[in-house]
């Protein structure tokens, strides 16, 4: 089982550049989360999908940010334009979703840094 | 007031210690619990889930107290592995999940 995958791993750009970040949920989750983790804030939610469809966008910071779910097995967070304050570490996550104890399988993140 | 709240810690505890974290939660609706763990650098994965009647897996229990809103974290026999950090999550319904800050853990030889 391959779990979540995210690319990449790591990511270094200037303030003002495009970011598109990327995640491949597990097979057969219905559910793909995207969250954003600093020392600050700690873990936060940004969007979450079910069945590909945007189901809860609450957390998405600004108009700067944007989510896409093309199809079951691939996701796509996207900055533009970045801005320093966004340097974090982005996770995705995929679960099930059949029962609210669920548990989520998060992938290995992605790390951002804006210059 | 912070919709999951735990003590950041460090918690500095001798190997075979045994160690407790509580986690506050604001929402009295709130329909599941669980503790993920974290290590440096690392994703979060889910440590446990915590029922209403509570929940042990080996070294560790995990109890929720709906009546004063908390969650809890019992860990004995502490090894140098248990070192991490510990978050409190609460399920709001809808699959969304709300995690705390995180509870980090040093366990000395």
């Known amino acids: 089982d391959a779990g979540v995958i995210q690319s990449p791993r790591h990511e270094v750009t200037e303030m003002g550049q495009e970011v598109t970040l990327r995640c491949k949920p597990i097979?057969?989750?219905?559910?793909l989360f995207w969250y954003r983790q600093t020392m600050m804030r700690g873990l936060e939610l940004l969007i979450y999908f079910n069945n590909n469809v945007p189901i809860d966008d609450s957390g998405m910071p600004e108009d700067r940010f944007s989510a896409k779910m093309p199809n079951a097995s691939f996701s796509t967070l996207k900055i533009q334009p970045s801005e320093p304050r966004d340097s974090a570490v982005y996770f995705c996550a995929s679960s099930r979703g059949t029962s609210l104890n669920e548990k989520l399988f998060f992938g290995s993140g992605t790390q951002l840094s804006v210059l | 007031r912070k919709e999951v709240e735990q003590d950041p810690g460090p918690f500095n505890v001798p190997e075979g210690a045994t160690v407790a974290f509580n986690c506050t939660y604001s929402?009295?609706?709130?329909?599941?619990f669980f503790w993920y763990r974290q290590d440096c650098r690392k994703e979060p994965k889910l440590l446990m889930s915590?029922?209403?009647s509570g929940n042990e897996d080996g070294r560790f229990t995990a109890q929720l107290n709906r009546a004063s809103q908390y969650i809890s974290l019992l860990i004995r026999d502490s090894k140098l592995s248990d070192s991490a950090t510990y978050l409190c999550v609460r399920g709001t319904g809808g699959f969304k999940t709300i995690f705390g800050a995180g509870t980090r853990l040093f366990v000395k030889a």
């Open positions: 097979s057969g989750h219905d559910y």
């Open positions: 929402n009295s609706a709130s329909q599941s």
């Open positions: 915590v029922y209403s």
